[in-house]
């Protein structure tokens, strides 16, 4: 077992690296800078934008949803985060939505994604809905000094094989979880907190993989973290702290860890892979970690 869950942190320590490798060279390609004042549209911009290009959103707010579909980078001018609000019932606040080739790699620097509407989800698949952030398809996406919060959804929402990599950011204050990747979706956490969010922290799905590395997750209302089906996780240096339920839950046939609140289909009894080490668990309500150190064999020094 041991010799499976190295052999799956060094492979999903290479994609993320590979990723990060990408997102880095489509911002020293970049040969275009083009200034967005505070009265100009976001969305024209980006629509208008070539490939590669890095805006630079001088106004403090701007009020739009917004869709990218292409390689770009948006960076907040700003001393504190550029807010994009949404307006649009229903819609998520910015929807970054990959080429099917991989191509698309897109750069977020001091952004705050804020104030999604709540409505009926206007468009298919059914997770295109009021969150913070959407990303799907095969995009690659780089958060630095980004703030997403006060959202009626899900602050982000990763799909398909999206990858996420956020550095000094913060995922509070959502009406639902916090992050939740489904799919074959990743997302690596640094220095990031997610915080006082009214569902879970984080959710994990399917075989989605998460990376984290000192962050915090506290105050949330349901679980810290909460991997489910064929999840994977790597958690090390991280402090979770004062969730409603368990500091980390997982889906399995112990109770109470059995999650029944998903209704009549719920997700598959969790079978994947978890490591980590050097973690902060305290405070958490119904207890820190479920199964317990007694239930399951938690990696040593998690």
């Known amino acids: 077992m041991r010799d499976i869950t190295r052999v799956w942190k060094a492979t999903a320590q290479i994609v993320l ?3 990060l490798c990408v997102c880095v060279a489509g911002v020293a390609q970049d040969t275009v800078e083009i200034r967005v004042l505070a009265e100009d549209s976001l969305q024209t911009a980006i629509d208008l934008a070539p490939d590669g290009a890095t805006l630079v959103l001088v106004g403090t707010e701007y009020r739009e949803n917004i ?3 292409k390689s770009i980078r948006l960076r907040g001018q700003a001393a504190e985060p550029v807010r994009v ?3 649009r019932p229903g819609e998520p606040v910015c929807w970054i939505v990959g080429d099917g080739e991989g191509h698309t790699v897109v ?3 001091n952004l705050e994604m804020a104030g999604a509407i709540l409505g009926a989800c206007p468009a298919k698949p059914r997770e295109v809905c009021p969150h913070g952030l959407l990303v799907h398809g095969d995009a690659r996406v780089a958060l630095e000094d980004c703030v997403i919060t006060a959202n009626p959804d899900e602050g982000v929402m990763l799909l398909d094989e999206a990858v996420c990599i956020f ?3 913060s995922i509070s204050s959502n ?3 916090g992050l939740a990747l489904l799919g074959q979706s990743s997302a690596e956490l640094t220095n ?4 006082s969010n009214d569902g879970d922290g984080i959710e994990v799905w399917h075989t989605a993989s998460l990376s984290m590395q000192d962050c915090e997750v506290n105050a949330n209302a349901a679980d810290g973290i909460l991997l489910m089906s064929g999840a994977n996780a790597d958690i090390r240096s991280t402090r979770i702290t004062r969730n409603k339920w368990y500091g980390i839950r997982l889906h399995v046939d112990v109770e109470p860890c059995s999650c029944e609140r998903f209704g009549e289909e719920p997700p598959a009894r969790w079978h994947g892979q978890l490591d980590g080490i050097g973690n902060t668990l305290y405070g958490n309500r119904e207890g820190d970690l479920c199964p317990s150190k ?3 064999r938690w990696p040593i020094g998690f």
């Open 167 to 169: 550095r000094d950011c």
């Open 192 to 195: 990031t907190a997610v915080s």
């Open 175 to 177: 009406l639902c979880d």
């Open 67 to 69: 869709k990218i579909e």
């Open 17 to 19: 690296l590979v990723a």
């Open 107 to 109: 750069q977020l620097q």
């Open 294 to 296: 007694r239930e399951y």
């Open 85 to 87: 609000v949404g307006v």
